[in-house]
């Protein structure tokens, strides 16, 4: 029994590193499923929650590839609960000095049950597009979670100070006006597909705004976005403050991906594929966005 107790550790190691990359990867992995599943018009290949019908937790032969396919984004939430339980028992016997962990552990762990709850409610609604708009702004969160969790897996809990304190410079304002702007341009995004033809079902109604203007106020806080972070990054090189730099370098590359595949998709029709792909980049523009934020502080 004790060789099974010491197989938890008491301090960070290996097991733990790989088991926040793995919460990580499998909370923008469900993103990218949950994509699929809108991009496939399978939203409501299952029709009900918490069964995929009536008298079967499972799909049947009868609802072809889109139930498949709705089924198999629901399953992943297993994965997900699975990864968070390891996470947790790895991170349990450290709780004492890793508060920070233990917290992290604890919310994504509990967000995914949420995250269920808000998708089984998307599904009864017939896919109200503002309850599958909350279904992404909350992934889009546990994506940032994720990303907290695997920076402190490998920078400690130690005392931090700002990089540069804020009564001293302007750096931690522009770097949290990047952050406000993405969020603004997620949330933009997320109205925008709402008004679209990626409903996730034929019959799915629309939220009937109008979706080309959409676009434009879409756009424009993620171009102001690119700007903030330019400017950022002139402002962290002037302080010598490289670290942060090479934060916001992969952030604006990033970004800078992302706008290129946002104008294409929405000059060539928005095709599936392309705004699969935006969904994903949005994931990794979040993540590093956090990460930027997480940089404006250093070990005191």
Known sequence: MSKFVNWFPTSVDRKVRIAAWATF?????????GGAVRLTASGLGCPTWPRCTEDSFVSTPEMGIHGVIEFGNRLLTFALVIIAVITFALIFRMRKNRRDLFWLALVIGLGIPAQAIIGGISVLTQLDPYVVGLHFVVSIVMVALSTMLVYRVY?????RTWVSEPSQSKIPLVVWLVAVFQMITIIFGILTTGS????GDADARRNGLDGEILQHLHSYPAYTAVALTLLAIVMASRARLFALRHALILLIILNGVQITVGI???????????????MLLACLVSAATTYALLKLRKVA
């Open 25 to 33: 990867v499998a909370q923008t992995l469900i993103v990218v499923t």
């Open 155 to 159: 920078h400690g809990n130690a005392p």
């Open 196 to 199: 679209g033809p990626h409903a």
């Open 264 to 278: 294409i998709q929405s000059r060539t029709g928005l095709p599936p594929l392309l705004v699969g792909i935006h």
